[in-house]
């Protein structure tokens, strides 16, 4: 029973420093555009590291390349 004297202070204490928490994020921003970003990376065609075919090398998978397999 005397437990209780000191995990019911620790409960009030963990749901004030939550409470803060929360209060702090949702005052500083973080829950503004929740799906902004998830349609951007939809939207990204403007990407110049894809290869457009102009002399660039292809992976060695795509060659053939990589690991040969023996023949018995």
């Known amino acids: ?3 209780l004297y ?8 963990f ?3 939550v409470g803060v928490v929360l209060f702090w994020a ?3 921003g ?5 799906q902004g970003p998830a ?3 939809l939207m990204d065609d403007d ?7 102009s002399g660039e090398e292809a992976p060695p998978d795509a060659t053939g390349g990589g690991r ?4 018995r």
């Open 26 to 28: 949702i005052r500083s």
């Open 30 to 34: 973080q829950y503004d555009d929740l």
């Open 47 to 53: 990407d110049p590291r894809i290869p457009t075919g």
């Open 39 to 41: 349609h951007r990376i």
């Open 68 to 71: 040969q397999k023996s023949q």
């Open 1 to 3: 029973m005397s437990i």
């Open 15 to 17: 749901a004030l420093v």
């Open 6 to 13: 000191l995990l019911i202070p620790l409960a009030m204490l």
